[in-house]
Nanobody, 120 residues
Framework: QVQLVESGGGVVQPGGSLRLTCVAS????????MGWYRQAPGKERELVAV????????NYADSVKGRFAISRDNGKNSIFLQMNSLKSEDTAVYYC?????????????WGQGIQVTVSS
């Protein structure tokens, strides 16, 4: 019943923009740290951006700082990733992630992943 449904991927030219959306259901969204990860062929999955519950504070990978922006809307159980000035090296499958820890157990959920391709 837990779902993280991603949308907004596709093909874009270098320098273009895309906006990814992740809609969550089946868990207490407002208590989870939410993030976007990506994985390119032959490479390990890496953190792109994360947004925390207290004050909605965000952190970014150095490679995307100044170009990407993560946001969340707790009322809509959604997070977003605005991607600007896209480069070919941004090409990857992007995954929505939910995480909660701090107690006896940790909880983590993943979306199915969506393809982002930056090519001319």
């Amino acid at each position: 019943q837990v779902q993280l449904v991603e949308s907004g991927g596709g093909v874009v030219q270098p320098g273009g923009s895309l906006r990814l959306t992740c809609v969550a259901s089946g868990f207490a969204f407002e208590y989870y740290i939410m993030g976007w990860y990506r994985q390119a062929p032959g490479k390990e999955r890496e953190l792109v951006a994360v947004i925390r519950v207290p004050g909605g504070r965000a952190n970014y990978a150095d490679s995307v700082k100044g170009r990407f922006a993560i946001s969340r809307d707790n009322g809509k159980n959604s997070i977003f990733l605005q991607m600007n000035s896209l480069k070919s090296e941004d090409t990857a499958v992007y995954y929505c992630n939910a995480f909660r820890g701090g107690g006896p157990n940790e909880y983590e959920y993943w979306g199915q992943g969506i393809q982002v391709t930056v090519s001319s």
